[in-house]
């Protein structure tokens, strides 16, 4: 029999005989199994987040990530248009055997992503590129992905298995401090500089000692455990790393950075530790985030079959509707004006209608190419009037427009964004996080505006669009320029014509909140 549960490898010597094709199966199937479902602590620490939200847009973005991880539950559909880079954690006891051994661990596993993300009923996006300082070639398949072996006491094989999406990776962080260095003081100043691209609300998993490479492990590891501060919280801490957790989660969440970086109460759902005997000399320390799209599952095999993952009921996931607040303006993008751009402000959330324009990463490259050599813009494309959504969908299923199709981080257009107000005609654009300071200055410069949409809301962000077709660069699929036509499709304007950002403004005042309300209830 196999379990989904966590306990540890019972110490059993007997020896017990684990197949191949189970321990594929069951890769398969969980990695499948986190592309809908969030886990429940994740879900209920969420909800408890939303319903102590005071911030607008803090609690619709929240509101808007419930509203789509139950909606990706109940149509088995991605909650995230970046399905992730696959990263387990498997521990083998002494004691197993397997009935092949033809395949490595690591051939295994990669044998589990493969089939996963080519799944036909729920084909997930391929992210992975191989010669990654190269030519960056996507593989295809998502694998290879990265696997952690262990060798444990005990007759099971046990894996911790992740989808960790690339945007909240991207947002690492690493020091070697010095031994006397405050650990919490580190993780205070370093929080605010890794901006929104990590899809705040999540959670920030925190390896210390051991070396370098021993403490990233750490961190990743340790964001595999469920969401439990506030059972921390009352109960108290005892240990150095759970005085630790509390001491983070609450300098963190003074930070007032908020959901998607709007400004905001929660800013993380919880702090995890995991600690190792360090050289004296040294105080390694790595910071991972993860992101609204946390997906990770843990089971045992035993050798008696695949793992048998039950899906959760739909009663685990609180009813959430979105209501239109005061500064909510419905928008035709098919007839926008400059003149109506320039009512906007900063935080105003719109309803999109019409016709946008898609394009990321490699495609703002080949863009620059054909201006830089004369060529001009491809036949079709003309982005005179029109906004950029900076997304790589999901492939379609059924009878579905398009897959998921959230926000890809904006700020890794920054170094296109003059060129394509500039040269383009272009009016606006739709990412998500935050724009670096030049750019929001050619933002204003161009009476230009940048929209936010929430990442991790991408399965009902894909419900707004009625309507998708490639207009260029086919070859570079999921990156390739679509022209999609949306209804309702909900942004927050984070850049206004003038150039206030809603990324500065929004933290900054949070952070006076609630340290005014910290103050005012001080015995
Ligand atoms: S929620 Fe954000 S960081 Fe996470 S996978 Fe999705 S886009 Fe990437």
């Known amino acids: 029999m196999s379990t989904n549960t966590t306990s540890h490898s019972t110490m059993s010597s007997q020896t017990i005989v684990i197949k191949q094709a189970d321990f594929i ?39 808007q990530i419930l509203i789509n991880s139950r909606m990706s539950a109940e149509g088995k559909r991605p909650l995230c248009q970046d399905t992730g880079i696959v990263t387990s954690f498997v521990k083998i006891g002494m004691s197993v055997q397997w009935d092949k051994t033809d395949m490595t661990v690591q051939e295994m596993v990669d044998e589990g992503v493969r089939r996963a993300y080519s799944n036909p009923d729920n084909p997930l996006r391929a992210s992975i590129v191989s010669d990654p300082a190269g030519a960056r070639k996507n593989t295809k398949d998502n694998t290879p992905s990265v696997v952690h072996i262990d060798m444990v006491a005990g007759n099971q094989v046990e894996v911790m298995i992740a989808a960790k999406g690339g945007g909240s990776e991207n947002k690492s962080k690493m020091a070697m401090l010095n031994p006397s260095d405050d650990i919490a ?29 021993k403490a990233a492990v750490m961190a990743k590891e340790s964001l595999m455990d469920p969401v439990d501060i506030h059972e921390l919280m009352e109960r108290g801490a005892v240990t150095t790393e759970e005085k630790l957790r509390l001491d983070i989660f609450e300098r963190a969440n003074n930070l007032g950075i908020g959901a998607q970086g709007l400004g905001g109460l929660t800013t993380v759902l919880d702090v995890k530790i995991k600690s190792s005997p360090t050289h004296a000399a040294s105080k390694p320390v790595v910071m991972i985030p993860n992101c609204a799209a946390t997906r990770h599952v843990h089971f045992h095999l035993d050798g008696t079959g695949p793992v048998d993952l039950v899906p959760p009921s739909l009663s685990d996931w609180p009813e959430i509707t979105r209501e239109a607040g005061q500064n909510t303006h419905r928008v035709n993008l098919d007839t926008v004006t400059q003149a109506e751009i320039e009512t906007w402000n900063s935080g105003d959330t719109l309803l999109l209608n019409g016709k946008m324009l898609t394009g990321r990463d490699a495609a703002h490259k080949r863009i620059q190419l054909l201006l830089d050599s004369g060529e001009g813009l491809p036949e079709g494309v003309d982005f005179t009037g029109k906004f950029i959504y900076y997304v790589g969908p999901v492939d379609p299923v059924g009878d579905e427009v398009v897959g998921p199709a959230g926000p890809t981080t904006a700020t890794r257009m920054d170094k296109f964004t003059d060129m394509m107000l500039d040269q383009t ?77 809603a990324h500065e403004t929004g933290p900054a005042i949070w952070k006076i909140n609630i340290a005014n309300a910290k103050q005012h209830n001080k015995p």
């Not at 993780?187 to 210390?208: H, Q, R, S, Y």
């Not at 949306?486 to 850049?495: H, K, S």
């Open 25 to 63: 199966e069951s890769i398969a199937d969980s990695l499948q199994y986190i592309s809908y479902y969030h886990p429940k602590d994740f879900v209920d620490a969420m909800n408890k987040a939303y319903e102590r939200e005071e911030s607008a847009a803090a609690k619709d973005a929240i509101a």
């Open 185 to 213: 003081a580190w993780v205070e100043k370093t929080l605010p500089t890794m901006g929104a691209g990590w899809c705040p609300p999540g959670m920030l998993g925190i390896g210390i000692g051991g070396t370098a490479e």
């Open 425 to 501: 005609g272009l009016m606006g654009m739709i990412g998500k996080s935050e724009r670096g300071p030049e750019t929001v200055a050619s933002i204003k410069k161009h009476k230009a505006v940048y929209l936010m949409a929430v990442g991790g809301a991408a399965y009902l962000v894909s419900k707004a669009i009625k309507k998708s077709r490639v207009v260029a660069f086919e070859d570079l699929g999921m990156e390739a320029i679509y022209e999609f036509d949306v209804q309702d499709m909900p942004v927050t304007v984070a850049v206004d014509t003038h150039g206030v950002n």
